[in-house]
């Protein structure tokens, strides 16, 4: 099982990114997908989480900003981010709970980083 994330870049303040995350390989069930972020001298922070039923979760920080979905038909996973500010900088990394087999308890899975660079 692999998660593949892509869609980060450079925008000036204000702008805007989407970043995706899709799923991969042999599994029965994608449940809680999140994205997470590490800026530069900071602890990792959880971002915003979505629940296989669609119950969303964010930080303060994004709140209003953020927007994530998941489509469980693809196996995939979209963080919206609108309105970016330089402190939004950071490494963003996708993170989900897959069931490889039914009677088996979900693991967790790391996407590669994806960096996000806002200027001021």
């Known amino acids: 099982v692999q998660l593949q994330a892509s869609g980060g870049g450079s925008v000036q303040a204000g702008g805007s990114l989407r970043l995706s995350c899709t799923a991969s390989g042999s599994f029965v069930q994608l449940n809680n997908m999140a994205w997470y972020r590490r800026a530069p001298g900071k602890e990792r922070e959880l971002v915003a989480s979505?629940?296989?039923?669609?119950?969303?979760n964010y930080a303060v920080s994004v709140a209003g900003r953020f927007f994530i979905a998941m489509d469980s038909a693809k196996n995939m996973m979209v963080l919206q981010m609108n309105t970016l500010k330089p402190e939004d900088t950071a490494v963003y990394y996708c993170n989900a709970d897959i069931r490889r087999r039914w009677g088996r308890d979900s693991d967790s899975y790391w996407g590669q980083g994806t960096l996000v660079t806002v200027s001021s």
């Open positions: 979505v629940t296989g039923g669609g119950t969303t």
